[in-house]
């Protein structure tokens, strides 16, 4: 059974880069699919940062690419997620989730984790 | 960017009854179309995909449908499970886009 698990440091400071990890269970990251992180700020609708392949290749949202890395290591069938420069707007539930092609549905998703900016 | 403009944020309903909800894109985007499941706490779950196709494991009584830049999803006969948010995104051109949800609560 696929599983996604979302992990990250809960509280980052304003300025600073925040880094998230999604540990894959269940499925090589380096077969097939895409791999991408969502958020979804307090009260607010869902955003994509990007999604990234097995061999590395990324699509990333344009409005957040200047802020924003996506890797993966398939040694550790893992893939993260850096943002730099956080500000409170940052604040918001993140999650990671799978998708076969960029024109694909997520098909499976975590749980999400909470990480809030503030000094 | 494409908009998507979910409709109602908020229903109440009943056990039994059958719901829609619906999703307009701000242009076309054929039917890359995906509906999605989300409770408190949990990880969203796909229900239909491309506008009409029904997750595998996904009961029946979930359905899709699409005319030019507008989706529907329908519940037709709401269970008690059933209660929760909804909400769709678009996967035709990047940046993928989501609507804004709709939450579906007991009456």
């Known amino acids: 059974q696929v599983q996604l698990q979302e992990s990250g440091p809960g509280l980052v400071k304003p300025s600073e880069t925040l880094s998230l990890t999604c540990v894959v269970s269940?499925?090589?990251?380096?077969?097939?699919?895409?791999w991408g992180w969502i958020r979804q700020p307090p009260g607010k609708g869902l955003e994509w940062f990007g999604s990234?392949?097995?061999?590395?290749?990324?699509y990333y949202n344009p409005s957040l690419k200047s802020r924003v890395t996506i890797s993966v290591d398939t040694s550790k069938n893992q893939f993260s997620l850096k943002l730099a420069s956080v500000t409170a707007a940052d604040t918001a539930l993140y999650y990671c989730a799978r998708q076969y092609t960029i024109k694909d549905a997520f098909d499976m998703w975590g749980q999400g984790t909470m990480v809030a900016v503030s000094s | 960017d494409i908009q998507m403009t979910q409709s109602p944020s908020s229903l109440s309903a009943s056990g039994g009854d059958r719901v829609t909800i619906t999703c307009r894109a701000s242009?076309?985007?054929?039917?890359?179309l995906n509906w999605y499941q989300h409770k408190p706490g949990k990880a969203p779950k796909l229900l239909i995909y491309a506008a009409s196709s029904l997750q595998s494991g996904v009961p029946s009584r979930f359905s899709g449908s699409a005319s030019g830049t507008d989706f529907t999803l329908t519940i037709s006969s709401l269970q008690p499970e059933d209660f929760a948010t909804y909400f769709c995104?678009?996967?035709?051109?990047?940046?993928?886009?989501f609507g804004g949800g709709t939450k579906v609560e007991i009456k």
């Open positions: 242009q076309t985007i054929r039917n890359y």
């Open positions: 995104q678009q996967s035709y051109s990047a940046p993928l886009t």
């Open positions: 990234i392949y097995g061999s590395g290749s990324t």
């Open positions: 269940g499925y090589s990251i380096s077969s097939d699919y895409y």
